[in-house]
T-cell receptor, first 112, second 109 residues
């Protein structure tokens, strides 16, 4: 069966520090991968998605970037965090086509 | 882009009660999913239902794609049903989901 892992689970970082959140998927190959952010405990917003190694599409302009160095690894990064980057970040995967998406347990980021 | 609206925004239920959550979307969709977000923030897949009706235990869902809405039914609610329920849709086949604002459900014992 397929599983998705995110770490860390919680993170407190000072303004201006770098960020690296990691997501890995097991049990499947060539998945579509996604980063979402949830602010204020309500709806999620898609930040990045990837259909293959090195292929990243950004959905919203922001202070963050994403990379996919391996087939089942997706990384969310920032060079200098802003207070507004605080939130709950979730990674997701799906197979190609109109199919079900599955989410990781999320990372709660607080920028202080 | 596509708009997704969920109603009601908040719902308080007595244990054992039934309820209906609604999701309206502004355009045709290839993908529609219902999720339950637990108190730890994890999104639990409930239904993948771009059209038709499905049932899983006390939960069921119906999507009427031609009229652009989906309903989630909770029967005989339990305290463990508390949390936020999200509807999410995708217009294309890339599974780039657009989420509604959620319905926050509190089931009281």
């Amino acid at each position: 069966s397929q599983t998705i892992h995110q770490w860390p689970v919680t993170l407190v970082q000072p303004v201006g520090s770098p960020l690296s959140l990691e997501c890995t998927v097991e049990g499947t190959s060539n998945p579509n991968l996604y980063w979402y952010r949830q602010a204020a405990g309500r709806g999620l917003q898609l930040l990045f998605y990837s259909v293959g190694i090195g292929q990243i599409s950004s959905e919203v302009p922001q202070n963050l970037s994403a990379s996919r160095p391996q087939d089942r690894q997706f990384i969310l990064s920032s060079k200098k965090l802003l207070l507004s980057d605080s939130g709950f970040y979730l990674c997701a995967w799906s197979r190609w086509g109109a199919t079900e998406a599955f989410f990781g347990q999320g990372t709660r980021l607080t920028v202080v | 882009g596509i708009q997704v609206e969920q109603s009601p925004p908040d719902l308080i239920l007595q244990e054992g009660a039934n309820s209906t959550l609604r999701c309206n979307f502004s355009d045709s969709v290839n993908n529609l999913q219902w999720f339950h977000q637990n108190p730890w923030g994890q999104l639990i897949n409930l239904f993948y239902i771009p059209s038709g009706t499905k049932q899983n235990g006390r939960l069921s869902a119906t999507t009427v794609a031609t009229e652009r809405y989906s309903l989630l039914y909770i029967s005989s609610s339990q305290t463990t049903d508390s949390g936020v329920y999200f509807c999410a849709v995708d217009e294309a086949a890339g599974n780039k989901l657009t989420f509604g604002g959620g319905t926050r459900v509190l089931v009281k014992p």
